[in-house]
């Protein structure tokens, strides 16, 4: 404890040396003799309490106006506050609370790691479904492109001879360019026509469903 007078000399203290000394200047003895209480908190290495020399304390310093009679500020005291005990229940609770949260974050993690992990290996695995998909996919385009590249070629090779047969069995059935000559041989020319026509339409029914 510390007592000013109302000049901001110290009147008493429970550290003697500081008695006399002048605290007119300081920002808690000037807030309390304009009547508001004024802390502040800090830590002091040694520190002389009623009792006896203290060391390595946490305190709280509170600057408190002194009424007299009149009701008019006649001094100001610093009470000071060991609040050690209390900062270092802060302290281990701030502790715990520490080693919970970071308990409950490392499990997070641990959980996000495993789902990335399980994650990594579904996208790993659909991917090499893809692949192989894919690879289906190629190689039924490729069998596509051959199944048609096929069917062009034999409506190519088939129909061309069959049309050429048609076309000049139809020429010698109209004897466009004269008479054969023989009943027969318009016979035989239509015969070669019908026969053709049944064909084609055979090879276009076959492509059909090959297509």
Known sequence: V????????????TEASQIGADKSMNEGFRSARSGIVRSAQYHRDTF?????????????????PIFGRNKQIEAV??????????MARERETTNTQFLIVASALLLIYA??????????????EQHRENIALAADAAAAAE????KS???ANMSHELRTPLNAILGFSETM?????????????RAYAD????SGKLLLDIVNDVLNMAK
């Open 111 to 124: 959980g996000l790691m495993a789902f990335a992990y399980h994650r990594n290996r579904t996208i790993l």
């Open 191 to 194: 015969d070669i026509w019908t």
């Open 143 to 146: 069998e596509s492109r051959m």
């Open 77 to 86: 005291a610093e009470v000071y506050t060991d609040l050690t005990d209390h």
């Open 48 to 64: 002389s309490a009623f009792e006896h020399q203290i060391s390595d304390r946490d305190l709280v310093s509170s600057y408190v």
């Open 173 to 185: 059935r109209s004897q466009l360019f004269g008479p054969l000559g023989n009943e027969r041989y």
């Open 2 to 13: 510390k007592i000013y007078d109302e000049t901001g000399r110290t009147a008493f203290s």
């Open 149 to 151: 590249e096929f069917l």
